[in-house]
């Protein structure tokens, strides 16, 4: 009875510390597995890679430049030139209302005739500018003459109406104009200014610039003539006659 009570008894205890080992194997899985939970839960998830469009803004890293379509401001940065301009200017060689340049002095040649006959007061010149160049240049209204040396002398009175059309002087071609310089008789004590040159200063052609000044020294058998405030001008003129013909009227 003893030893059959025994052999009954230890299958039970048998059974018993496995029912035990097993819910303490059981105990410690769970607990392992909580632990790995709570460690997830805890760590920051891993960075998932960007894959946004890069943008104008450089970031403190290496990054794409941006391409950007060109827009019509440059900015403050530096930029392709753009020619800008009006179709018509609204000038035309030197603004004389022509296609060539003004005369300049330097390009001109002058002389100076006599017009009134032998034994009379000298009184009628005409002035004769020749063209050195082999293009054509403009004259234009009347020129600036002045019966003494100096820009302080005074400027002798245009004949009438000034005329404003341009004279276009030919390659190796002349213009003229005439000078009338003294309206008194001689005679008696009387004492009158003398002159042994003219100057002829030329106008631009906006009618304000001046392009030089021209000399007209008188003919050696003259050497001086007598002036006054009389004196009148008219010119320029592309034939002698224009140029003369109201002056002999004087």
């Known amino acids: 009875m003893n030893s059959k009570t ?8 048998c059974l018993r510390g496995a029912v035990l080992g ?16 709570d460690q997830a839960a805890a760590s920051p998830p891993a960075a998932a890679p960007s894959t946004a469009a890069p943008s104008g ?18 900015g403050t940065g530096g930029s392709s030139p753009t020619a800008t301009g009006t179709g018509d200017s609204g000038e035309t060689g030197g603004g004389n209302g022509t296609k060539y340049a003004d005369c300049e ?3 001109l040649t002058t002389a100076v005739e006599l017009q009134d006959e032998t034994g009379k007061t000298p009184r009628h010149f005409l002035l004769t500018v020749t063209n050195n160049a082999k293009t054509p240049c403009v004259l234009n209204e009347a020129p600036q003459v002045r019966l003494k040396a100096g820009n302080d002398a005074p400027i ?5 109406e000034p005329d404003t059309e341009p004279v276009v002087v030919e390659g190796g071609g002349k ?3 005439g000078l009338y310089v003294f309206g008194n008789d001689e005679g008696g004590e009387a004492e009158y ?13 906006e009618g304000t610039e001046l392009s030089g000044t021209l000399i007209f020294d008188l003919p050696d058998a003259l050497g001086t003539v007598s002036v006054d405030d009389a004196a009148r001008v008219n010119g320029w003129a592309g034939t002698e006659g224009l140029a003369m013909r109201p002056i002999t009227q004087l």
Do not use: K
């Open 156 to 160: 002798v009175e245009t004949l009438g």
């Open 193 to 205: 200014d003398q002159s042994d040159r003219f100057t002829a200063t030329l106008v631009a052609g």
């Open 57 to 74: 803004s450089s970031s403190a890293g290496g990054s794409n430049p941006e391409t950007t379509a060109p827009t019509g401001d440059a």
């Open 105 to 107: 002095a330097d390009g």
């Open 6 to 13: 025994v052999r009954d008894g230890s299958p039970r205890r």
């Open 175 to 177: 213009a003229y104009a």
């Open 22 to 37: 097993a819910a303490v194997v059981a105990a410690l899985l769970t607990t392992t597995a909580c632990q790995g939970d």
